[in-house]
């Protein structure tokens, strides 16, 4: 069974602090690597991708990315409450058909 | 631009009754299509997927099922719904290869 897992939270951090997300995957032979943001009763959207071993930064998102430990992080600068949200990580399988997504951790920004 | 439309939004139903989720694709050709399910407080769980007009592929053994009748249209039905499928339902695609998502707004469903 390809497992996707993540700290269900909830995490909580000042506004204007760094929130860091991670998440853990089963699948070595996993190529993409996902971060989507799921607002309260709405549906997720994709924020991050990364492919390679290493740091992809837009704008206030870092994704960090290491295949050896089969982590995936998601960091967030300068945290805003418009943040507050539920973080996905989703792996896409070796087949790269199906993508696996975890629980989800719910953030805060406190104002 | 590429815009994914699904209805209803919300939908009550009695057990027993059928059930049809339509979703639509605009502005690409030949994308690969998702349907997942999202119980309250869980994670998104895949039921099926496509890569093309009627190749549908079931990740979940169950009393659902899925069409593909066209292209950039993905139907997810049932002929008898069960309390357990209530929940929070989404279609997805993608383009061919490993890009990600992009959502419809869901349909929230409700089984009494």
């Known amino acids: 069974q390809k497992e996707v897992e993540q700290n269900s939270g909830p995490l909580s951090v000042p506004e204007g602090a760094i929130a860091s997300l991670n998440c853990t995957y089963s699948?070595?032979?996993?190529?993409?690597f996902f971060w989507y943001r799921q607002y309260s009763g709405k549906s997720p959207e994709l924020i991050m991708s990364?492919?390679?071993?290493g740091d992809k930064e837009d704008g206030r998102f870092t994704a960090q990315l290491n295949k050896a430990s089969q982590y995936v992080s998601l960091l967030i600068r300068d945290s805003q409450p418009s943040d507050s949200a539920t973080y996905l990580c989703?792996?896409?399988?070796?087949?790269?058909?199906?993508?696996?997504f975890g629980a989800g951790t719910r953030l805060f920004v406190k104002a | 631009s590429q815009t994914i439309h699904q209805w209803p939004a919300t939908l009550v139903q009695p057990v027993g009754s059928p059930l049809s989720l339509e979703c639509t694709v605009e502005?690409?050709?030949?994308?690969?299509l998702y349907w997942y399910r999202q119980a309250a407080g869980r994670g998104l769980q895949l039921l099926f997927y496509?890569?093309?007009?009627?190749?549908i592929s079931s990740e979940v053994p169950q009393n659902l099922s899925a069409s593909r009748p066209q292209d950039r249209q993905f139907i997810l039905s049932s002929k008898k719904l069960l309390l357990s499928d209530s929940g929070f339902y989404l279609c997805?695609?993608?383009?061919?290869?490993?890009?990600?998502?992009?959502f419809g707004s869901g349909t929230r469903l409700t089984v009494v």
């Open positions: 990364i492919y390679s071993n």
């Open positions: 989703a792996v896409t399988d070796t087949g790269g058909f199906k993508t696996i």
């Open positions: 699948d070595r032979g996993s190529q993409s």
């Open positions: 496509s890569v093309g007009i009627g190749q």
């Open positions: 997805a695609w993608t383009e061919q290869g490993l890009s990600g998502y992009t």
């Open positions: 502005g690409t050709s030949n994308p690969n």
